[in-house]
């Protein structure tokens, strides 16, 4: 008598799993793969048993490896355009890498295998020639793919499905205007790609050492403008528009047209308007190869999308009551010197009370808590409490965990790291409540603190290149 036995199913963790690509990949594939949907929110009702969630802080390296425990594939779908504080100091391009740092460190950490993450197509050319957005994405690329779960990147230009943030805004500028009068970048070729196929491309990739290590673009063999896609779409609603470019738009306008026509947050609409510019097609040397695709025509993609009334079934969650003033702030400097962590952050201990020498004292008590004074003061401003046992190198970390000017002490923490094989050095405060009224301190202290760490920043950089 002999047994079969059914292939052990792979455990899949979702970054971004409430995010369009992320609840439909849940959707199609729950039964094959163990999922585990990561959300900072707490799951109050779970309507699909097949999948679990685990509540994530991705801001935090402790959490964000706790919740990739026992996990074999990480799929990454994060794109940080909404801040999660009320008050956010920070580009989302900084956010972004740090965000993508402290995920590869977690999924090392947790003897992840393998990281999927779905970015966006790269332009031949030069890397600083590239728009904010897609060098976002491709500084996010490189960080998940430094340490030791194997990257598979899948680059794609738009993808067209039932709820996707670029085709709603094209979906809802063909709606709102019976002409369309198009900018200059609207003549710019690209290869959009149907969520079907992506979604199929990512299923094979998944737990497939023959992509490890890869960066794949996606796309479907239609090449064509975003102005033929303005055309077809609108074709396939049944809409007459007269659509004709025209060379005077400026990148501003074109901002403030998609936004208010398309329907789009400025957050998501201005980086991406600033990335069409550019000529988006899938390399011959980069294509997906692994298999065979029957890639849907665009008229067929639209038309699913348009006719697409239910979405994927998704928890719901607790409402967070939280701190309600809380404050992230992350800012970049240049390393051309490759300086350590430590020494940036032992430098900028050395360097405030140095440029501050009129106003305020850096003390270090019995127990190794570094308080900064004011000349006249007793009681510590900040204080600051170095964790030796979460700090390497490449990162330096500190408890948040005294001083007049903060309100919360059990939460909160200070970080210099270096990012991109020590390119860049970013210094953070997370989850910073502060003891001032909210717009008193919005106008002040929060102003002082971008204001000081650029004046570290200039230091940092005369000492390069002295």
């Known amino acids: 008598m002999t047994t079969s036995t059914q292939p052990k199913k792979l455990t899949v963790a979702i970054a971004g799993a409430s995010g369009y690509i992320g609840r439909w990949f849940i959707h199609h594939f729950h039964q094959k793969y163990n999922i585990i949907g990561l959300s900072r929110k707490k799951v109050a009702h779970n309507p699909n048993p097949n999948v679990r969630w685990r509540q994530v802080e991705l801001y935090s390296i ?17 794109h940080s355009m909404s801040a999660s504080t009320r008050l956010n100091q920070g580009s989302f391009e900084d956010t972004d890498l ?67 943030s670029s085709f709603d805004m094209i979906k809802n500028l063909v709606k709102n205007l019976p002409v369309l009068m198009c900018p200059k970048w609207t003549e710019s070729l690209t290869q959009p790609i149907s969520l079907k196929n992506t979604l199929e491309i990512m299923d094979i990739c998944v737990g497939n050492p023959n992509v490890y290590d890869q960066a794949i673009e996606i796309g479907s063999p239609e090449v064509m403008t975003y102005r033929d896609m303005l055309a077809r779409t609108a074709e396939v609603m049944g809409k007459k528009r007269l659509v004709f470019s025209v060379p005077v738009f400026s990148l501003g306008l074109s901002k403030f ?71 992230r702030s992350i800012q970049r400097m240049t390393n051309p010197s490759g300086y350590s962590a430590t020494w940036v952050a032992n430098r900028y201990n050395i360097w405030l009370p140095t440029f501050f020498s009129f106003l305020i004292n850096g003390k270090t008590n019995e127990n190794g ?17 170095m964790i030796p046992d979460r700090s390497d190198s490449d990162r330096q970390l500190f408890y948040i965990t005294g001083g007049w000017l903060v309100k919360r002490f059990d939460y909160g923490w ?52 002295d």
Do not use: C
Not at 369 to 385: A, I, S
């Open 98 to 164: 740090l965000l993508a740092d402290n995920f590869s460190r977690a999924a090392a950490l947790a003897n992840v295998k393998q990281i999927v993450y779905l970015g966006g197509l790269v332009p031949e050319g030069k890397e600083e020639d590239l728009s904010r957005h897609l060098m976002s994405r491709l500084e996010v690329e490189k960080t998940l793919g430094s340490r030791t779960a194997k990257l598979t990147a899948l680059r794609a230009s738009i993808i067209v499905g039932p709820g996707g």
């Open 257 to 327: 047209w998609v936004g208010l026509f398309g329907q789009g947050p400025p957050q998501l609409v201005y980086p991406l308007v600033e990335s069409l510019r550019h000529t988006l097609l899938v390399s011959k040397d980069k294509a997906f190869t692994e298999k065979e695709i029957e890639y849907l025509d665009y008229e067929t993609a639209v038309k699913i999308a348009l006719e697409t009334t239910e979405e994927p079934l998704l928890p719901k969650f607790e409402k967070t009551e939280g701190m309600k003033n809380t404050v």
């Open 414 to 465: 200070l970080e210099f790291r270096g990012v991109l094989d020590g390119k860049y050095i970013l210094s953070a405060i997370h989850e910073f409540v502060p003891r001032l009224p909210w717009y008193i301190y919005v106008a002040t202290q929060a102003k002082m603190h971008v204001w000081v760490m650029a004046r570290f920043k200039n230091y940092l950089e005369r000492r390069q290149t």
């Open 62 to 78: 402790s959490s964000t490896t706790e919740a990739l425990k026992d996990v074999d594939v990480a799929i990454y779908l994060v």
């Open 369 to 385: 808590e570094l308080g900064f004074h004011l000349l006249w003061g007793k009681k510590p401003m900040l204080q600051l409490t």
